[in-house]
C-alpha cells in the first residue's frame, strides 16, 4: 500500500501522540494569495501516529518548522488513493478549520472537499 | 514488595458463548517484575477482587476498551487508600491521556527491560507520571517465559475441561487493517521471537491445548514453517489466527497441531470458499470471522454474506460490528465525518453500534447483527458446534497419547462457580 509521490514534496518527520516518532507527505501550495497546506497519510510508511489523530499539534510543527503563520494557512488533510482493493483507501481530501489557542489549533472541524474543489487547489 | 495485579472485569455480550480464558497480558508483564517483587494476581472475571489484601502498589493490566472504566473505579478506590495504582497494557496505551486522570503512573509500550527502573523509582519516591516507550520497542529476544504460575488454575475450567493457555510467539504487525490499532501499538514491524526461545517456552505450558494469539502468523513464510516445524514434536493442539494459505505451510500447521484457525470472511468470493475448504483438506477446522458495518456494506450485502456464511462449511462464526477505536483508521474516519455518537467506553464491545452506518441506521445494524447469530446458529446451536471441535481435538489427542481426562473434581464447576443444571447451558460450554 505504498503512497503514490505525486501527493507530496517532501516526508514531513513529526512527534506524534507521546512523541512517537511519525511521518507524513508534505505539499505546499500558493496560490491566489493563499497557503495551503496539504498533509497526506502514509500508513504503512507512517511509523506513529495519524495524521488526523496528530490533528492540532501536527499543524502547529508544520507551522513551526516552516516560519507559517498559523491563522493563515488552509490546512488539507488527504487521504491518498493507495490503489488498495478496499474502498476505505480511496482519496478523500478534508479541509480542516479550527480556533487557535496558546498558538495550538484545537476544536477541529472537517469538510471534505470535492473532486472539483481539489481541482481548483492542485491544478 | 507486594504488588496486587487486577485484570479488570467487563460485561460479556448477551447471547454469546461466555468463555474465562487465562488472561495474558498481566503474566507476561508479570515476567518483566524485578525478583523481589512479590505478585498476587486478581482476574476480576473469573474471582471477586479483595481490595483488603495487603499490597505496597497496585498494577492495572487492561487489554480491551470495554474494561478501562472498570480499571479507572477500582484505581481510584485504591488511591482513596493512599495505595499508588499503575497502569499497563493496550488499553492503556489506546487511552492514555484518560487513563493518566486516575493513575499515579502509566506504562506505555512493552514491559522488558524496563522494571527495574520503574520500581527503583517507586521505591526512591519518585515515580514518574508517564513511562513512554511507544514506538520504542525492546529487543524481542528479552521476552521470557510468562507467570503462569500466577494463575488460580481451576478458575479456568469449565465442568472439568481446562480452558486454552495464551501464548505468542511474535509481536508487531507489517498489515495497517482498518479497524485494527496493533500496528500504532507494537509497531508496523513484524518482530518474531527466536525460534529456540520460543520453543522452550513452549515446553513450560503444562496445557496440551493453547491460542497463539499473534496477530498474525501469514507474516514471514519461512519463519512460520521454521516455527511449526519445531512445534511438530511438543504434540500441542492450537488455535490461531490465520495462517499462510500455501499448501506446505498448511501442511505443516496442521502437523504441528493446528486445532482450529480464525478466518476473516469479508465477501462472497470463490476465493474465501477455497481458503476454507483448504484449511479444512488438512483437517484444520475455521470459525469465520465477519465484521458487520463497513462503509462498503449495505443491508443487501450483510443478508447475502450471512446466506454466504451458511453455505461455506465454517465450524464456527463469530460476528462483531465495527468499533471505532482510537489510532485505528476507522476512528479517524468516523470522527472526520461525525459519526461517532456513543463516546461510552463500555459499548465499544464490538457487539453495540456506536456510530451511524453509511447505508443504514444504527437500529438496523444492530438488528441485522443480532439476526447473523441466530441464523448461523439455528440449526445446530454454537454448543454443539463447539462439541464437534472439541471431539476433533480429543480425537487427535487420542492418536497421539496427549489426551487428558476431564478433572472429574471440577465437573460441577464452571469458571470457579457452581454450575447450574437448570438453566440453557448456551452461556455455560
Not at chain 1, 90 to 99: A, G, I, N, P
Not at chain 2, 129 to 149: C, E, F, S, T, W
Not at chain 2, 284 to 301: P, R, W
Request: with cysteine; glycine share 6%; hydrophobic share 35%.
Amino acid at each position: 500500500m505504498k503512497v503514490p509521490e505525486k501527493y507530496y514534496d517532501e516526508i514531513f518527520e513529526f512527534a506524534g501522540q507521546w512523541d512517537m516518532p511519525s511521518a507524513c507527505g508534505l505539499k505546499t501550495i500558493h496560490k491566489d494569495g493563499k497557503t495551503y497546506i496539504i498533509t497526506t497519510e502514509l500508513y504503512q510508511e507512517n511509523p506513529g501516529t495519524s495524521i488526523t489523530y496528530a490533528g492540532g499539534s501536527l499543524i502547529k510543527q508544520i507551522c513551526d518548522r516552516k516560519n507559517l503563520d498559523i491563522r493563515n494557512i488552509i490546512y488539507i488533510e488527504c487521504n491518498p488513493n493507495t490503489n488498495s482493493k478496499l474502498s476505505f483507501y480511496d482519496e478523500e481530501m478534508f479541509e480542516v478549520t479550527y480556533q487557535v489557542e496558546e498558538g495550538t489549533p484545537t476544536n477541529l472541524t472537517y469538510r471534505q472537499l470535492s473532486k472539483e474543489e481539489i481541482q481548483i487547489i492542485v491544478d | 514488595m507486594k504488588l496486587k495485579l487486577i485484570y479488570p472485569r467487563w460485561k460479556k455480550l448477551p447471547g454469546q458463548t461466555t468463555f474465562n480464558l487465562p488472561p495474558h497480558g498481566p503474566v507476561v508483564f508479570a515476567a518483566t517484575l524485578p525478583e523481589y517483587v512479590d505478585v498476587s494476581f486478581t482476574d476480576e472475571n473469573v474471582e471477586d477482587l479483595n481490595m483488603d489484601e495487603e499490597c505496597d502498589v497496585v498494577a492495572i493490566s487492561m487489554m480491551l476498551t470495554t474494561q478501562v472504566k472498570r480499571g479507572w473505579a477500582i484505581a481510584d478506590a485504591y488511591r482513596a487508600k493512599g495505595i499508588p495504582v499503575m497502569f499497563g497494557g493496550i488499553s492503556t496505551m489506546l487511552h492514555a491521556e484518560e487513563t493518566l486522570q486516575h493513575a499515579d503512573s502509566i506504562f506505555l509500550g512493552e514491559a522488558e527491560g524496563r522494571q527495574e527502573q520503574v520500581f527503583k523509582d517507586l521505591q526512591n519516591g519518585c515515580l514518574k507520571k508517564v513511562y513512554n516507550y511507544m514506538g520504542h520497542q525492546p529487543d524481542i529476544a528479552l521476552v521470557g517465559p510468562a507467570r503462569r504460575d500466577l494463575y488460580k488454575r481451576e478458575l479456568y475450567n469449565h465442568k472439568g475441561v481446562q480452558m486454552v493457555d495464551l501464548f505468542h510467539a511474535s509481536r508487531g504487525c507489517r498489515f495497517s487493517c482498518y479497524p485494527c490499532a496493533v500496528s500504532y501499538l507494537g509497531g508496523r514491524c513484524f518482530r518474531p521471537r527466536p525460534i529456540d526461545q520460543t520453543i522452550a517456552d513452549l515446553e513450560t505450558i503444562d496445557n496440551n491445548r493453547l491460542f497463539i494469539v499473534d496477530n498474525s502468523l501469514a507474516q514471514n513464510k519461512q519463519w512460520e514453517m521454521d516455527l511449526f516445524r519445531e512445534m511438530i514434536p511438543l504434540k500441542k493442539k492450537w488455535i490461531s489466527h490465520t495462517i499462510e494459505d500455501d499448501p506446505q505451510v498448511l501442511d505443516l500447521a496442521a502437523q504441528a497441531g493446528a486445532w482450529y484457525v480464525y478466518q476473516a470472511v469479508y465477501d462472497t468470493s470463490d476465493y474465501i470458499k477455497e481458503r476454507v475448504k483448504r484449511y479444512h483438506d488438512y483437517g484444520i477446522g475455521v470459525e469465520g470471522t465477519i465484521l458487520f458495518g463497513l462503509d462498503n456494506q449495505t443491508e443487501d450485502d450483510i443478508l447475502r454474506l450471512i446466506d454466504f456464511l451458511l453455505k461455506i462449511d465454517l465450524d464456527l462464526a463469530e460476528f462483531t460490528i465495527l468499533a471505532p477505536f482510537p489510532h485505528t483508521k476507522a476512528y479517524d474516519d468516523l470522527m472526520r465525518q461525525g459519526r461517532i455518537f456513543d463516546h461510552d467506553w463500555d459499548h465499544y464491545n464490538a457487539g453495540q453500534v456506536v456510530y451511524k452506518p453509511k447505508h443504514m441506521s444504527p437500529e438496523r445494524l444492530q438488528e441485522l447483527y443480532e439476526y447473523a447469530w441466530s441464523a448461523f446458529y439455528h440449526d445446530e446451536t454454537q454448543e454443539e458446534k463447539m462439541f464437534k471441535l472439541f471431539t476433533n481435538v480429543m480425537l487427535r489427542e487420542m492418536e497421539d497419547g496427549t489426551y487428558r481426562p476431564r478433572d472429574r473434581k471440577l465437573a460441577n464447576k464452571s469458571f470457579g462457580k457452581d454450575v447450574d443444571r437448570s438453566k440453557s447451558h448456551f452461556n455455560e460450554f
